[in-house]
């Protein structure tokens, strides 16, 4: 008895020790950086929001490798000077061992080579200009610590090709972008993907087809109406009556939030009722405060709408309300997207079995297990040559409906709750 009571107590005692050992274990800090301050705020916010509620379920599971989580979080104030300084202070040794966040492209364009220079894995959870998690590619880069969780702009690009050409089947598209190197990229990404689009359309069994799409193409008659508007312009009167001269049938705008609601607006008080697609900024409280009742059934990408489709959903959306409140709530792909990169990191350091920054990039780059996330169910996010975590088959259409943003398109769910992977720019079936 008494030797069985021995074994008992040093197995108990081990118990102790382990646990007690992991609780002054240093902690795994990891810096979350983005706009959380001044008019661009919002998404920023909610982004933050998103990480927090994440990091408090992994610490009452106990944390990254039994390490408990500490959040370093950093405003970079929309500006890229100090969105650099402040990467190079989380980089510095002693910072953080992981980063995420960024809502500014801009931003991350400088702050990301600091924290790539000193090995610090990235998880971009809104910044969406396509060319991020490529800055840093192989064989110019040994290794690449830059990955993303967020529709970038080609995939966005692509949904709303798909929306406006294979679905809605309109003819004649007017385009209209902020005057920003952000709103040229976006017009020149539509116009790539529209040709892409045009020189591969679907099918149909008619050798005639074929040439007329690429007539169409080749004569511009798709968009017929390509125009540019200035950051802070509120005056869209003059645009929209050449856009409507041009007989348009659908404008794409991609802008911020504030002039694409201008327009949006004015083309309802022009009585005009040309629909409008925008980027996933729309997907946005304050552009649905900011469009009002004119904002009725414009359309966006979006990687979440507040439909509790789900239970997974369901208990998001209830726990970020009850953490954050409206502010958390205001963009919720923003959230949603801060919340699944913490999901990510944790299932790469669990299959690492370690929370050190080269294991759990690796791990990353080759994770095993699925990560049922908000968005989507993970399967094998990442891989050596691609680090984006968001196809544009895991982003739906959001419309605006009353006062809230909804699905467009019930049929699209499914795929993306199951994660359904196809590369972006891929031709698909109306």
Request: hydrophobic share 45%; proline share 4%.
């Amino acid at each position: 008895m008494s030797r069985l009571f021995a074994l008992v107590l040093a197995i108990g005692l081990a118990c102790v020790a382990q646990h007690t050992v992991a609780q002054t274990a240093a902690p795994v800090r990891i810096g979350v950086i983005g706009t959380f301050s001044g008019p661009t705020a919002e998404a920023g916010l909610s982004m933050r929001q998103g990480v927090r509620l994440a990091v408090e379920e992994l610490n009452w599971k106990g944390g990254l490798a039994d390490r408990k989580i500490v959040l370093v979080e950093v405003d970079d104030q929309n500006d890229p000077d100090r969105g650099e300084d402040e990467a190079k202070r989380l980089a510095a040794r002693g910072g953080v061992d992981f980063a995420i966040g960024f809502t500014s492209s801009a931003v991350a364009m400088r702050a990301l080579t600091p924290l790539q220079e000193a090995g610090v894995p990235v998880l971009i959870s809104g910044a969406s200009d396509s060319s991020l998690t490529r800055l840093f590619e192989p064989p110019m880069h040994k290794l690449n610590y830059i990955f993303r969780v967020a529709a970038n702009d080609l995939a966005q690009a692509d949904l709303i090709v798909r929306e406006t050409i294979d679905r809605q089947h309109y003819k004649r598209l007017g385009i209209l972008v902020e005057a920003s190197p952000y709103g040229n990229a976006g017009r020149d990404m539509l116009r790539e993907r529209l040709r892409k689009r045009l020189y591969a359309p679907p099918y149909n069994g008619k050798s005639d087809d074929l040439r007329a799409w690429v007539r169409d193409a080749e004569g511009g008659m798709l968009a017929p109406f390509v125009a540019q508007f200035q950051i802070g312009q509120t005056d869209m009167v003059g645009l929209l009556n050449q856009a409507r001269a041009a007989q348009i049938d659908a404008l794409v705008v991609w802008g911020q939030t504030a002039e694409t609601a201008a327009i949006v607006r004015t083309r309802a008080r022009m009585g005009w009722n040309v629909p409008i697609i925008g980027g996933s900024d729309l997907a946005s409280a304050a552009f649905v405060k900011g469009a009002g009742k004119s904002g009725q059934a414009v359309r966006m990408p979006t990687t979440l709408v507040a439909d509790p489709i789900n239970s997974r959903r369901q208990e998001f959306l209830l726990a970020l309300k009850r953490q954050g409140g409206a502010e958390a709530t205001a963009v919720l792909p923003a959230a949603a997207q801060g919340y699944d990169a913490m999901l990510l990191l944790a299932a790469a350091s669990r299959q690492a079995q370690s929370a050190e920054r080269n294991a759990v990039r690796a791990a990353l780059e080759a994770l095993k297990a699925p990560v049922f996330g908000v968005i989507t169910s993970y399967q094998a996010p990442f891989s050596r040559e691609d680090h984006e975590a968001i196809s544009a088959d895991m982003v739906g259409i959001g419309e605006i409906q009353g006062e809230r943003i909804a699905y467009a398109h019930r049929d699209e769910v499914s795929a993306i709750i199951l994660g359904k992977r196809i590369a972006a720019g891929a031709p698909q079936r109306p």
